[in-house]
Structure formats: C-alpha cells, structure tokens
C-alpha cells in the first residue's frame, strides 16, 4: 500500500514540474511573412529630350500656288519638353523643337525650299498607365528660300506662323519613351524679291520620335 502512495506522489510531482520545465526549453523563433516591395506606379511628371524623323508635305500660299510650288520632303531633328500629371491622370506639358529639313518643290523655273523650322507648344494629354494620347498646338516658324532659276536671285524669309495636332506616346520603360505625331502648320506669307510677290506655306508633318525621360 505504501508502494502505491509512493508511486502516486512521484507521478503527481512529475506532472507539476513538466510545465516548468517546457518552459525553461528553447523556443522556436515565429516565422515573419516575406515583405512584399509594391512597384512604383508610372508617373510622366518629369523634364525630358529626344530625337524624331519623318516627313512633311505642304502647299504653296499667294505666289507659291500662283507658280504651283507644293514643297514636300524629309525631316528630322531633336526635342526638348516637361510634362507634369496630375491625380486625375491629366498631363500637361511643354515642348520646343527644331528640324532640318528638305522640304522644296520646283516648278516652272522657280524653287521653294524650307531647309529648317521649329515650333514650341503646349500640349494636354490623358495617362492610361504608360500609354499618353495628347493634343498640342502652339508657335511654328520655318526659314523659307524662293530661288528664280531662270535669273538666278534669291530671297528667303523666316516666317512665323502657328501650328496644332496631336500624337500618342508610350513609356518602354521609367525612363524610355516612343511617340508619333501629325502637326498642321500654317507659317503665313511673306513678300519675296525673287518672285516679285507674297508667298507661304502650309504644310502637315508626320514624324516618330524617341525620349529620355528624366
């Protein structure tokens, strides 16, 4: 009987000490979730410049159409710009270029050439994500020569006009964007020694151009 009190007690003691002793072993350290790093969302906000090429094809005004001159031909040259988003996605923006050009037409013994032009514009544009469709318009001028090539003189004028259009541009990369663009310009008239008469020039322009976006 007394071995069994005996027993029963041990047990007992064995049973209280055993938390205790959980207690004082090595706990394992609980595992924390993986931080998730959320990818920065794309913003156009930012100054920006870049390179385009394209082509252009106008319309003689006043003594241009009378000779019939419709000049047309290669472009390319380079950008400089700002755009700014706001919450609502809207994006406005600022933007100046300057081309060279090859743009002339000859007809009855006479030659129109704009060998270079600019415009500075605003622009207004709506981000979905990385993709920017925008409306532009602003300041266009253009050095225009008229030659007479039957007497051989030359006059040329820089005329100042304006300019309006529109494009999509879309974002490769935070930094790398592409675009394409059609402008309407109208560069007004001048008068013209050569020709003895007032002349200017509409024309559209197509280009494609590439950005770095700071």
Same mark, same amino acid.
């Given at each position: 009987?007394?071995?069994?009190?005996?027993?029963?007690?041990?047990?007992?003691?064995?049973?209280?000490?055993?938390?205790?002793?959980?207690?004082?072993?090595?706990?394992?350290?609980?595992?924390?979730?993986?931080? %998730?790093?959320?990818?920065?969302?794309?913003?156009?906000?930012?100054?920006?410049?870049?390179?385009?090429?394209?082509?252009?094809?106008?319309?003689?005004?006043?003594?241009?159409?009378?000779?019939?001159?419709?000049?047309?031909?290669?472009?390319?040259?380079?950008?400089?710009? %700002?755009?700014?988003?706001?919450?609502?996605?809207?994006?406005?923006?600022?933007?100046?270029?300057?081309?060279?050009?090859?743009?002339?037409?000859?007809?009855?013994?006479?030659?129109?050439?704009?060998?270079?032009?600019?415009?500075?514009?605003?622009?207004?544009?709506?981000?979905?994500?990385?993709?920017?469709?925008?409306?532009?318009?602003?300041?266009?001028?253009?050095?225009?020569?008229?030659?007479?090539?039957?007497?051989?003189?030359?006059?040329?004028?820089?005329?100042?006009?304006?300019?309006?259009?529109?494009?999509?541009?879309?974002?490769?990369?935070?930094?790398?964007?592409?675009?394409?663009?059609?402008?309407?310009?109208?560069?007004?008239?001048?008068?013209?020694?050569?020709?003895? %008469?007032?002349?200017?020039?509409?024309?559209?322009?197509?280009?494609?151009? %590439?950005?770095?976006?700071?």
């Amino acid at each position: 009987m007394n071995t069994i009190i005996r027993s029963g007690m041990a047990a007992a003691a064995l049973l209280v000490a055993a938390p205790a002793f959980a207690a004082d072993l090595p706990q394992p350290y609980p595992t924390k979730a993986p931080v %998730v790093v959320a990818e920065p969302a794309f913003t156009w906000t930012g100054f920006y410049l870049g390179a385009n090429a394209g082509y252009a094809w106008g319309s003689g005004e006043g003594g241009a159409s009378t000779y019939g001159l419709d000049p047309d031909g290669f472009l390319g040259g380079g950008q400089i710009g %700002v755009n700014y988003q706001l919450g609502n996605n809207v994006v406005l923006g600022a933007e100046a270029d300057f081309q060279g050009s090859d743009i002339k037409d000859n007809a009855f013994g006479y030659e129109s050439k704009m060998d270079y032009f600019g415009t500075v514009r605003a622009r207004l544009g709506y981000a979905f994500d990385n993709v920017l469709p925008y409306v532009t318009g602003g300041l266009a001028w253009g050095h225009n020569e008229v030659k007479n090539e039957i007497t051989g003189l030359t006059s040329d004028n820089t005329a100042v006009g304006w300019t309006v259009g529109g494009g999509v541009e879309y974002a490769l990369t935070n930094n790398w964007t592409v675009k394409a663009e059609y402008l309407y310009m109208d560069l007004g008239e001048d008068y013209y020694d050569s020709i003895g %008469v007032k002349s200017g020039l509409t024309a559209s322009v197509v280009r494609a151009g %590439v950005n770095y976006k700071f």
